[in-house]
């Protein structure tokens, strides 16, 4: 974060190998890497629109829980 509480870099990664082998068990993730800001889904990697952090982080979390629900019930 920077002086005025702002994220400068962000990674949110939900690594299960049980799941997924490739990118080293990323199931899912959401970055800032390699200076534009992308979504890792079971290996393929798309570029997003951003919008702020807190919606990226609410995303992510949305997307993790939907994962957990289908692969763990």
């Avoid at 800032?32 to 800001?37: E, G, Q, S, V």
């Avoid at 890792?40 to 993790?64: C, I, M, N, P, R």
């Amino acid at each position: 974060m920077d002086k005025h509480q702002r994220v400068q870099r962000y990674s949110l990664t939900y690594i299960n190998p049980l799941l997924f082998s490739g990118d080293n068990g990323r199931v899912l993730g959401y970055d800032d890497a390699h200076n534009y800001h992308h979504r890792h889904y079971f290996g393929q990697v798309t570029a997003v629109e951003f919008v702020s952090f807190q919606d990226t982080l609410e995303k992510f979390e949305q997307e993790w829980r939907a994962i957990a629900h289908e692969y763990c019930h």
